[in-house]
């Protein structure tokens, strides 16, 4: 239930504002506190990084001492059917363990259907649009596991979700597989080449197209099980598959409607042909490999290496004179298919040329020279070869000056019959056999290193070559008008807003969508190529539209044809294209086809439209550009009213991420962790030759020296929404998710322990109301919870997730556990049995309101400690996945003057321990302190709280001052121009040896000085030194600097002090 309380005033002299309520905060000061936030963000990473290495380190020396013995993993083992809910009634373990925590909570809230919308018996047909929210996953590849960036994905959509369920809306968040029609073909030939010594061809379309159902249904699950473990809260009853009967009837329907309505057409185009899969690509699946000059790469079906990156230049005989045209190219041997030398109409070079034409030296051609304003007179020689089969730049002036179109390579990248002696080889080999044949005729002219970029095939490695091919396309203009149209309109949100001028750009400047993909995986296009059986209808050609029908069916195709040349159906035959289509094409339709249009089903009338989308930056266009269009064309309405773009994972050094070098990691090896030789044994298990596979382990070795440990869901989780932050990519460290780990820890023990404060016989009220007997410290962990609320809230509703976890973890951390669990220690310890209540009751609403706050990013171990909570009414909701989140309405507990003088208290505590600190004194060194104000304004702020600081700051006394100066021998500090500490150190420390030992240290910084700087004097130290060394080397010397201050103040204080 809510915190609501009758009354949220503050008794007058009760240390609050003498307001009945705390203000509401102004736009600054929410600023100022996210700005305060945002800078605890920053240092609590680099402090989670140092624990987790300490950590590492304590538990390598551990390991030494203990001969090498691991501790016993604690796990959950009472009998618990899957779907029952999940015993709590024993003991909470001494430590947080992620195994044991997480065991069989999703079956129950699964069971349970919590992640149903129809929780709780609503009737869907009345939900108003406002009390509803649907949101669709990006269906991942059924190819195989999900990595970190699928985790990222599954991470902030699931906080979403879960935080609009606990807001009271109605929640659907779709699951779905994609079938990855390139991706799954690819697995399932090599598997059996690898199993059978059988390529796809060997046993025939529909035997293969069954052993990919067979590997789909025995392999497919394992997604599903990882976004089960991440925590995901899917209405599993409606997950889809993008090839089942209801979604491929979908895909049907939808080409049939584009298709009807002349938006899909036939035509030869140039596509990405990848030889090696017999197939065109789309943009997406072609990796553009930059090269900085001459490099050998490995190409799929040549034993050696293939040079590129170099411009070969070669002179054309201009026919009937002795003149040559000089022209280059970084492909020498397409010059087999050139059928024109272009030159720029306004290049006084060659203006004497107009109209002339070129001999093809290697095959018998003679070819124009044409004057075409796209040439660059300024690049080269001013002439450019062209080869509209086989460039696209080349394509357009082929269309322009209607060129022919030769194409000179077959599907397997073997050159054609027309080629005279480089007929039948090899493309790679025929580009050496024609360097050689112009070095003969005295035509070579020179070789020189070129920058450039290779596009490569993502799945085969192969190297991309334009090929003219009859393929189906999507008209785009329009579409993509209309798609741009409503972002400018701001009908369709983009977060971040940066993401517009790709939007923009990409529609703008959009090409039509070739959506033919040679694949024997996937949907085949129903579209049929007539044959009529009839004197009076000539034969037709492939690429005339006017020979191709569609249909849901074979029948419903000849009928259809049969009435488009008015002839009999008996005179009618067809023959399927063999083709399939693009998977983007069914990805498009993803958020209406899941509800089983085109028939108008009760879930398509209540969730479609749906709410969000929430993606990666990477498919924009690809993906959520084409979900646009594809609604506001079939559906007439957008698919969604907002889309957020989170940004890419990368490693911890800003690479993306890669199997062949060895970052590319399995969500569940953070979670449970993994050795190294699992690591690597995980490489030996996939695609990659010997030669990545050695590179992928060192970079494992480099990066995970003692494996993976074990940081468990939430943490994983956690650290990846805490990453989030908009525009930036992620370069995630898997020592900072083992940093949210001990984070755990910490909420566990904090709930541990307060729940022995709180007693086996506390019952708290029905809501929560001030009694008037808080203290400060009361006053202020409330006021601090109601900024956490504050601020999460905002950050969810403005998808600022960092603002969100940051607000999540100080409060936990920071503020409930370093600070108000520390002050009622002595209370809770103590006789006053009046106080002891008014305590509990502010620390269950912190527990309760902290549990719920947080829940949305850690589900499991917020729901294992809430269950373990008493509950307000007898009514509450069963689990925390339904109970209401933290409203700041609810929480209006805010109280700055309260949380001024805090601060103010805290500023002296932290003075004291770091004095503390300075002289190495221990938990048993009870120091005497004195804190000297300077009016007696300021002595009444710190007078209620010396029990405070004896306890926070392990003193034997602490006595404020205001009148009279503290005794001689004691460490001073200013806290601020009206306060100052003293630490009592005569009688704790021996001066003389104290000063040794600051010596001593001060000896060995000095040293360490030296070197790094003597290494920074090196010649040649800013070049041949990685930048990444002298980033760390300078803050070695930072803190070197820092620290030999600090000993040089303690020095002078001992000086004094003797």
Known sequence: MADKSGDNSLPQNAGGDGESLPRVKSEKELKKEKT??????????????????????????????????????????????????????????????????????????????????????????????????????????????LHLGHALTNAVEDCIARWHRMKGKTVLWNPGCDH?????????????????????????????????????????????????????????????????????????EAFIRLHDEGLIYRSVRLVNWSCALNSAISDI?????????????????????????????????????????????????????????????????????????????????????????????????????????????DYEVGVRHGLPFITIMDDNGNITNNCGEFSGMKRFHARKAVLEALKKKNLYIETKENPMVVPTCSRSKDIIEPMLKPQWYVKMEKMSQDAVKVVR??????????HKKTWYNWLENNRDWCISRQLWWGHRIPAYFVKVDDEHVPPGLDVDDKYWVSGRSEEEAKDRAAARFNVSTDKISLIQDEDVLDTWFSS????????????????????????????????LFFWVARMVMMGQQLMGKLPFKEVYLHAMVRDAHGRKMSKSLGNVIDPLDVIYGITLEDLHQRLNDGNLDEKEIEKAKAGQKADY???????????????????????????????????YRFFCNKLWNATKFSLTALGQDFKPDPSFQFSGKEKEMDYWILSRLSVAVELTNTGFETYDFQCATTACYNFWLYELCDWYLEYMKPVIYGSDEEAKTVTRNILYTCLDGGLRLLHPFMPFITEELYQRLPRRTENCPPSLCV??????????????????????????????????????????????????????????????????????TSSSAVHVLTNQEPPEGCAIQSVSINCQTYLMLKGLIDFEKERVKLDSKKEKLVSQMTKLKEAAAVPGYEEKVPEKVRIQNMEKMNEINIEMEKITDALATISKLQ
Not at 78 to 88: F, R, S
Not at 492 to 497: Q, S, V
Not at 708 to 735: H, K
Not at 897 to 924: A, N, W
Request: glycine content about 8%; charged content about 30%.
């Open 588 to 619: 498009g339709i993803f958020p209406f086809s899941i509800f089983g249009w085109p028939d108008q089903t009760p879930d398509l009338e209540v969730f479609y439209p749906g709410t969000l989308l929430e993606t990666g930056h990477d498919i």
């Open 285 to 393: 699946e072609v990796d553009k490999k930059e090269l900085t000059g001459r490099t050998m790469l490995a190409v799929p079906g040549y034993k050696e290496k293939v040079e590129f990156g170099v411009l070969v230049s070669f002179a054309y005989p201009v026919e009937g004179s002795d003149e040559k045209i000089i022209v280059a190219t970084t492909r020498i041997e397409t010059m087999l298919g050139d059928t024109a030398v272009a030159v720029h109409p306004d290049d006084d070079r060659y203006k004497h040329l107009h109209g002339k034409s070129v001999r093809h030296p290697l095959v018998d051609r003679v070819i124009p020279i044409v004057t075409d304003d796209f040439v660059d007179m300024s690049f080269g020689t001013g002439a450019v070869k062209i080869t509209p089969a086989h460039d696209a730049n």
């Open 705 to 739: 020296p003692q494996g993976i440990p074990e940081c468990g869901t939430d943490a994983l989780r956690f650290a990846l929404v805490a990453y989030t932050s908009q525009g930036r990519d992620i370069n995630l460290d898997v020592l900072r998710v083992q940093g």
């Open 489 to 498: 309109e701001e009908e369709l949100k983009i977060i971040p807003e940066m």
């Open 883 to 952: 109970t209401s989140y933290p409203e700041v309405k609810q929480f209006s507990f805010r109280n700055t003057k309260v949380e001024g003088e805090v601060e103010f208290l805290q500023s002296i505590i932290k003075s004291l321990r770091s004095t503390r600190s300075d002289y190495l004194l221990t938990g048993k060194d009870k120091a005497e302190v004195f804190i000297k104000c300077t009016d007696e304004q300021t002595a009444d702020i710190v007078r209620p709280h010396e029990t405070l600081i004896q306890a926070s």
């Open 180 to 252: 990855a029609g390139i991706a799954t073909q690819v697995v399932v030939e090599k598997k059996l080449k690898r199993e059978m010594g059988k390529s796809r061809h060997d046993l025939g379309r529909e035997a293969f197209v069954e052993h990919v159902w067979k590997w789909k249904n025995e392999k497919g699950d394992r997604i599903y099980h990882q976004l089960k473990k991440l925590g995901g809260s899917y209405d599993w009853d409606r997950a889809c598959f993008t090839m089942e009967p209801k979604l491929y009837r979908a895909v049907t």
């Open 36 to 145: 305060k936030q945002e800078k605890l963000a920053k240092f609590q990473a680099k402090q989670e990084k140092l624990a987790a290495q300490k950590q590492q380190t304590k538990k390598e020396g551990e390991k030494k001492k203990d001969g090498g013995k691991e501790k016993v993993k604690v796990t959950y083992d009472i009998p618990t059917k899957p779907g029952e809910k999940k015993d709590v009634h024993s003991s909470m373990p001494d430590a947080y363990s992620p195994q044991y925590v997480e065991a069989a909570w999703y079956d129950w809230w699964v069971q349970s259907g919590f992640f149903k919308p129809e929780y709780g018996g609503k009737d869907l047909t009345k939900l108003k649009d406002e009390e509803k929210f649907m949101m669709v996953i990006p269906p991942p590849n059924v190819t195989g596991s």
